[in-house]
């Protein structure tokens, strides 16, 4: 068949999107900002728009940003139809999503949504009340700007605040608070410090890429909260002598050559290449602070309405992990994506 140019087909002409009737003022108020376009944020964005409220997110770093600084090889504890959201199916050909099929499904399910997100933007302060927030940015490059919003939901996670040691050596570069990928650590000695699901993940798969490991916990044992396919697994490796372990122990300080551990025998100074610091997150508690919201416990549990998510500062909406405070084990993309939903009806609600 013959090819012609598209301009000498008649009747052909360019694809636009039609402009939207009456399009707002580029400087005028959004009626929602949600901070932080994780799957939660995304999910809160999506139901608030779907009512028909103009909405922005603004994210310090990329889309799921939390999600894509998670281990290249990691498997999701849940089946892919609890990370849904949006009422968009998320199709896999395994029993266990992975991270890559997550991070690409959130893709899709922003783009389906035309949602207006601001990467690599950090919120440093809010200003304003209930009805009239200014949300005060800085972009990657550090130039300011701001935007403005008559409500705000703030859905920042807790994954980017990591637990510090608070040891001598902890700032060197060798050490590292977050895990990736097994491969630059073959042949090398590693010590990995935590007892949890992501120290004994991190522990295994270094060791099965050659890399010599040490597990250091300052329990008397890998946590029992392990996932049950896990546990077992890093268990007799340390049972095997495959992987060094030393519990009720923790480490000292680190140089650039060695750490050293306080463990139940004595002092102990181990060779030493790298060092994973695995030992939990917490959320920005200063950030919703400094906008007014109160805590309560030892849990520090931000104060909210438990219909309609609203803090005890009218106008700011909390979603996902940030409602539970510490107690970080409680809320995951399966629970948290529903919190959008509950904000949507308080935010329509007459």
């Given amino acids: 068949m013959a090819e012609y140019p598209l301009d000498s087909v008649p009747d052909a002409k360019p694809l636009t999107m039609p402009a939207p009737a009456q399009a707002p003022h580029p400087d005028s108020p959004f009626d929602v900002l949600v901070i932080g376009a994780g799957p939660t944020g995304l999910s809160c964005a999506i139901e608030a728009q779907r009512t028909g409220l103009r909405t922005v997110l603004v994210d310090k770093g990329c889309v799921c940003n939390s999600l894509y600084h998670y281990p290249s090889h990691?498997?999701?504890?849940?089946?892919?139809?609890?990370?849904?959201?949006?009422?968009?199916?998320?199709?896999?050909?395994?029993?266990?999503?992975?991270?890559?099929?997550?991070?690409?499904?959130?893709?899709?399910?922003?783009?389906?949504?035309?949602?207006?997100?601001?990467?690599?933007?950090?919120?440093?302060?809010?200003?304003?009340?209930?009805?009239s927030f200014t949300a005060h940015l800085v972009d990657r490059f550090g130039r300011p700007c701001a935007l403005r919003s008559r409500k705000l939901i703030v859905s920042t996670g807790y994954y980017d605040l990591p637990n510090y040691l608070g040891i001598p050596g902890e700032d060197l570069s060798k050490v590292h608070h977050y895990y990736d990928d097994p491969h630059p650590y073959y042949g090398t000695d590693v010590l990995v410090i935590g007892g949890k699901n992501s120290a004994a993940i991190a522990a295994l798969e270094l060791w099965r890429h050659g890399a010599r490991v040490t597990l250091v916990h300052r329990g008397p044992d890998i946590h029992r909260h392990v996932?049950?396919?896990?546990?077992?697994?890093?268990?007799?490796?340390?049972?095997?002598?495959?992987?060094?372990?030393?519990?009720?122990?923790?480490?000292?300080?680190?140089?650039?050559?060695?750490?050293?551990?306080?463990?139940?025998?004595?002092?102990?100074?181990?060779?030493?290449?790298?060092?994973?610091?695995?030992?939990?997150?917490?959320?920005?508690?200063?950030?919703?602070?400094?906008?007014?919201?109160?805590?309560?416990?030892?849990?520090?549990?931000?104060?909210?309405?438990?219909?309609?998510?609203?803090?005890?500062?009218?106008?700011?909406?909390?979603?996902?992990?940030?409602?539970?405070?510490?107690?970080?084990?409680?809320?995951?993309?399966?629970?948290?994506?529903?919190?959008?939903?509950?904000?949507?009806?308080?935010?329509?609600?007459?």
């Fill in 74 to 131: 990691m498997t999701f504890f849940t089946t892919s139809e609890l990370l849904e959201i949006g009422e968009i199916p998320f199709p896999s050909p395994n029993a266990k999503p992975g991270r890559n099929e997550a991070l690409e499904y959130y893709r899709h399910v922003a783009a389906h949504y035309k949602l207006d997100i601001r990467q690599y933007h950090r919120v440093e302060r809010v200003s304003g009340a209930d009805g």
């Fill in 227 to 350: 996932k049950y396919w896990i546990k077992p697994d890093i268990e007799n490796r340390i049972k095997n002598g495959e992987i060094r372990a030393f519990f009720n122990s923790r480490v000292l300080h680190i140089t650039p050559d060695d750490v050293t551990l306080e463990t139940p025998a004595g002092r102990e100074t181990l060779p030493n290449h790298f060092v994973f610091a695995l030992t939990g997150y917490r959320p920005d508690f200063s950030f919703l602070e400094s906008m007014g919201v109160r805590f309560e416990g030892p849990d520090r549990l931000p104060v909210c309405n438990p219909e309609t998510l609203e803090s005890n500062v009218p106008g700011i909406f909390l979603a996902g992990v940030i409602v539970a405070g510490s107690r970080t084990n409680e809320i995951f993309i399966e629970n948290g994506r529903f919190h959008g939903k509950q904000i949507a009806r308080a935010l329509t609600s007459p």
